[in-house]
């Protein structure tokens, strides 16, 4: 599991750089907030990569599944009762949601999308500029998540040849071309979908991977 989700954070570096620089060329991107979340963000993914070392696969796929239920919940409800404020809070309060952010999403194995999109839109954020800003928080979690999984890894057995640490260059390698691809669709897609048909999307694909991993934590 570990190996699985240090890869998919390399995954993720270059296809939200593609994918923050389509919706920032739309105007769709909170930048002072990434500004603001930059350190924090980076605090919570170097805790995540330090529990990535010495915990066990269902500690990962347990986080995975709570965020993606409770995410999913609110997407398909259409998000009736969802609200902490009618506004972002202050400096401090976003800063550590910036940490719980990096922290969950170095250990989730994601952009940090599914998780900054829950926070942004709970603050009355409209769901095209949080799913906008979190293709950025992407960067901010991928390059130092990658980095943390490679050095979390090293050195231990029984991982693949072509593994640096928890990141396998061959998957990374076999991913990319495709990955990339389909980013610029997405970032089309995603704009050109009203506020309802985006959430029920969004909701319906954490669904879908949340019930995948609930199979494997009964299973294993």
């Known amino acids: 599991m570990p190996l699985a989700v240090g890869t998919s954070l390399a995954v993720i570096i270059p296809t939200s750089i593609q994918s923050s620089r389509g919706h920032l060329r739309r105007g769709t991107v909170d930048m002072a907030l990434l500004r603001l979340w930059a350190l924090p963000v980076l605090a919570g993914v170097a805790a995540g990569a330090v529990i990535a070392r010495f915990a066990a696969p269902q500690v990962f796929q347990t986080i995975f599944v709570i965020v993606a239920a409770v995410n999913a919940t609110k997407l398909l409800t259409g ?91 061959a998957t990374f390698a076999l991913t990319i071309p495709t990955s990339l691809l389909t980013t610029r669709f997405g970032v089309a897609l995603a704009h050109r979908l009203s506020r309802a048909h985006l959430e029920r999307a969004f909701g319906l694909f954490l669904l879908a991977v949340c019930l995948r991993f609930l199979v494997a934590i009964v299973a294993g």
């Open 79 to 169: 998000g009736s009762g969802w609200r902490l404020r009618d506004s972002l809070p202050g400096r401090a309060v976003l800063a550590a949601y910036g940490a719980v952010v990096g922290l969950l999403s170095a250990l989730m194995g994601i952009g940090g999308g599914a998780i900054s999109t829950i926070v942004l839109t709970l603050h009355n954020v409209p769901i095209h500029r949080a799913v906008s800003t979190s293709a950025g928080v992407g960067v901010l979690v991928a390059i130092p998540g990658t980095i943390g999984y490679m050095i979390a890894g090293w050195g231990l057995p029984d991982l693949p040849a072509d593994a640096i640490g928890f990141v396998s260059i």
